[in-house]
């Protein structure tokens, strides 16, 4: 529904009943009163729509934080040194700990769903949780990047100089790394062959394959966040960061960013269109 029609109630799925119910009502009264002659879109985009809430990890107090649309702290855990995060469609959060060599699962009361402990090579930096249900982890200082399963088995893992500090797993079954002290950005295919890549990325933390087939850069030595296509050349950029860490590319076409002095959100124009100041933010997620 917010897909096609654009609309927002408020309504979160992983919410207690007795806090779904108004936005429930809401839906039902634009599905009685509005449906019927309301401009939809279709097809419905492939990228569900956000809920407006925003992930942030603060590895100088060693805690994670959510915040609402109205920037309001809804969500926080106590993780030592978090860089990496992730918000879930099911309203759990997933974290690293750098310090403690773990990578955690909560869940919406803050309860530990899911954890690994005890058998990373080293310390974890970025994460996904992929579609298959496995999780991708860049253990930076080990030199690899690891696949688990569910029951904490390895499905998959490689070895990549440069000290590769996030991963993404591509629609096309590769992976996209960034190697910080290697200054570049790499697609590897299931044998780790390098198959793509761009250089002279000035220490890159964090990079994103966009639907349009271009790369989002997080370039933490240029203070600068860089979109660059397939030959590695800029076709947009944010500059004047301090020491950005991580990127997200959003569905309405801005960008989410984080850097030494806060996160921040700017349209293609570099505009700012949403701020929250702060200091000792290494990762974060709009979800």
Not at 54 to 79: M, Q
Not at 108 to 125: H, R, T, V, Y
Not at 171 to 196: C, F, M, P, S, Y
Request: glycine share 10%; with cysteine.
């Amino acid at each position: 529904l917010r897909g096609v029609s654009g609309k927002r109630f408020g309504f979160l799925a992983f919410e207690e009943v007795k806090n779904r119910a108004k936005p429930v009502a809401a839906w039902r009264d634009w599905l009685k009163n509005t449906a019927s002659t309301a401009e939809l879109t279709f097809p419905v985009a492939q990228t569900p729509p956000l809920l407006g809430r925003t992930l942030i990890c603060y590895y100088n107090t060693n805690r994670v934080v959510e915040f609402d649309a109205a920037g309001k702290e809804v969500w926080s855990a106590s993780v030592k040194m978090p860089y990496g995060c992730q918000g879930l469609p099911n309203g759990h959060r997933l974290v690293t700990s750098y310090t403690d060599r773990t990578v955690t699962e909560f869940d919406a009361a803050g309860k530990i769903i899911w954890k690994l402990d005890n058998i990373l090579p080293k310390s974890p930096f970025g994460v996904q949780r992929l579609a298959n249900g496995n999780t991708l982890v860049a253990c930076s200082d080990s030199k690899q990047v690891i696949e688990y399963r569910p029951d904490k088995s390895v499905a998959w893992r490689t070895t990549i100089e440069g000290r590769p500090m996030d991963a993404r797993r591509l629609e096309n079954g590769n992976t996209l790394v960034t190697l910080q002290n290697a200054q570049q950005v790499v697609e590897i295919d299931r044998g780790g062959k390098i198959v793509w890549k761009i250089s002279n990325m000035y220490n890159p933390l964090s990079a994103e394959r966009l639907e349009n087939g271009n790369t989002l850069v997080c370039q933490m030595s240029k203070g600068r966040i860089a979109e660059v296509d397939r030959a590695g050349k800029i076709v947009w950029e944010h500059t004047g960061l301090s020491s950005p860490h991580r990127a997200q590319r959003l569905p309405d076409g801005t960008t989410l960013l984080i850097h030494s002095k806060g996160a921040k959100i700017v349209d293609r124009a570099g505009k700012e269109v949403w701020s929250k100041t702060g200091s000792g933010m290494g990762g974060i997620s709009r979800f």
